[in-house]
C-alpha cells in the first residue's frame, strides 16, 4: 500500500511539473491578482475550493497554487504576499476549530437561503409542484447551480463579517474593561502608597511630638521666661468694667 501511495505521489509530481513547464507568466501573474482579491475572511476562497473539499482536496489545491505563485517562481511583486495569503488559508483550514468555525457560519448561510428559497417557491405555484414531484430532487439541483454557489459565497461573505465586527467589539470591551480594571489598580496602589507615605511622616515626627509634650506640661500655664505682659486696668468703680478718667477740679 505504502509503494502505491508513492507511486501516486510521483505521478502527481510529474503531472505538475508539466503543467508548470506550460504556465505563462500571465497566468501567473492572473492567480497572483486573484488571490489578493480574495475575502479575507474566507480560506476557502483563496484556495479556490468549495466548502464541501475535503483536507485531502485542501493539501493539493495549495501545493499546486503555492507553486504557481512562489517568489521563486513568479516575478509578480506581490507573488511573496500572495504565497504567504495561502499559506495561512491552508493552516486556518487545517486547524479543526477553525475549519469548523467557517463552515458553521456556511451553513448558517445555507439555512438562510433555503428559508428565502421557500418563500419564493410559495408564490410560484408550478415551481413549488415541480419541487413536491422531485422529493427534494429540484432543492439539490437548485444548490448544486452555479447561481446558488454564487448567492452562498455572498451569503458567507455577508455572515463572517458580521461575526468578525461582533468579535472585535467583544474584543474592544474587553480591552476596555481590561483598562478599567488596570487604571482602578493604579490609583489603589497610589493609594495605599500616600497612605504609608503619611504613616511613614507621623511616625518620623513621633520623637518631636512627645518632646514638645512633655515641655508643654512641664510649663503647664506659665507664660515663658523673659515673656512680657501688659498691666492691669484698675477702675474707680469695681462695679465698672472701664477705665474711669480722673475729673479736673477748679
Known amino acids: 500500500m505504502g509503494d502505491t501511495r508513492s507511486s501516486a505521489t510521483a505521478y502527481d509530481d510529474l503531472l505538475l511539473k508539466s503543467f508548470f513547464a506550460e504556465v505563462s507568466e500571465v497566468e501567473r501573474d492572473n492567480e497572483v491578482a486573484r488571490i489578493l ?5 474566507n480560506p476557502f476562497e483563496y484556495l479556490n475550493l468549495p466548502f464541501e473539499a475535503s483536507p485531502e482536496d485542501l493539501k493539493k489545491q495549495y501545493r499546486k497554487l503555492s507553486l504557481l505563485v512562489h517568489p521563486d517562481k513568479c516575478k509578480h511583486p506581490q507573488a511573496k504576499e500572495a504565497f504567504a495569503a495561502l499559506a495561512k488559508a491552508q493552516k486556518l483550514l487545517l486547524d479543526e476549530q ?3 468555525y467557517v463552515l458553521a457560519q456556511v451553513n448558517a448561510a445555507k439555512e438562510e437561503l433555503r428559508a428565502k428559497r421557500k418563500k419564493q417557491l410559495k408564490k410560484d405555484t408550478a ?36 461575526q468578525e465586527w461582533r468579535r472585535r467589539k467583544m474584543q474592544m470591551r474587553i ?24 504613616e511613614e511622616q507621623w511616625e518620623g515626627t513621633r520623637e518631636k511630638r512627645v518632646s514638645s509634650w512633655r515641655d508643654f506640661m512641664k510649663t503647664g500655664k506659665k507664660g515663658k521666661k523673659g515673656e512680657i ?7 474707680e468703680d469695681p462695679n465698672k468694667s472701664y477705665v474711669q478718667r480722673p475729673v479736673k477740679r477748679g
Open 37 to 41: 482579491s480574495c475575502f479575507k475572511l
Open 98 to 100: 477553525e475549519r469548523d
Open 127 to 162: 415551481s413549488k409542484i415541480k419541487s413536491m414531484v422531485d422529493e427534494g430532487k429540484y432543492d439539490q439541483q437548485y444548490e448544486w447551480s452555479e447561481e446558488f454557489q454564487q448567492e452562498l459565497k455572498l451569503k458567507v461573505r455577508e455572515i463572517l463579517t458580521d
Open 175 to 198: 480591552s476596555e474593561e481590561e483598562g478599567r480594571l488596570k487604571k482602578d489598580e493604579e490609583e489603589q496602589k497610589e493609594m495605599w502608597k500616600r497612605k504609608r507615605e503619611h
Open 229 to 235: 505682659r501688659p498691666p492691669k486696668l484698675k477702675t
